[in-house]
């Protein structure tokens, strides 16, 4: 547990839920015992009955800012994303791993068909990419040969 500051709002999170929960601390609590000097927080809910509890008891994740709360909630969704790729790609790749071999071939194959130059009529064609031919005249070949 940190040090907080009497007054100061945090924000909770619950793995189970979605929410994100403003609390203000209202009250240190410093207790000297046989065993030492304990110092906790007491925190106010956003509640009509302005429910008070001993932040060492809560079941919740504790942040100072906006900013701590929503990287972590980022990290959190990302890694669960990250998960649910990863077992969707074993997934893939035990079911499905026939299929792919077979596409990544038929796409080769149209790949190469597409490469290769056309002659029709002494003009040669050629694929520069994106969607754009060029034409070249076989006699310009011999005359830059020359």
Do not use: W
């Not at 907080?4 to 189970?16: A, D, F, M, P, R």
């Not at 893939?92 to 791993?97: A, G, I, P, Q, R």
């Amino acid at each position: 547990m940190g040090k907080y500051e009497v007054g100061q709002i945090l924000y909770l999170t619950n793995e189970k839920s979605f929410k994100i929960i403003p609390v203000q601390v209202i009250e240190e609590v410093t207790r000297t015992t046989i065993d030492g000097v304990f110092k906790t927080y007491h925190i106010q809910f956003p509640d009509n009955k302005k429910t008070v509890a001993d932040i060492a008891d809560i079941k919740f994740n504790c942040f100072r800012t906006e900013k701590e709360v929503k990287d972590y909630l980022m990290d959190n969704t990302r890694n669960a994303i990250d998960k649910l790729l990863s077992t969707a790609n074993e997934l893939k790749t035990l079911c499905f791993s026939s299929v792919d071999s077979n596409i990544a071939d038929d796409q080769k194959e149209k790949q190469d068909e597409v490469m290769q130059h056309s002659v029709q009529e002494d003009i040669i064609k050629i694929d520069l990419g994106n969607g754009q031919v060029g034409k070249i005249n076989k006699n310009d070949f011999k005359k830059i040969g020359d």
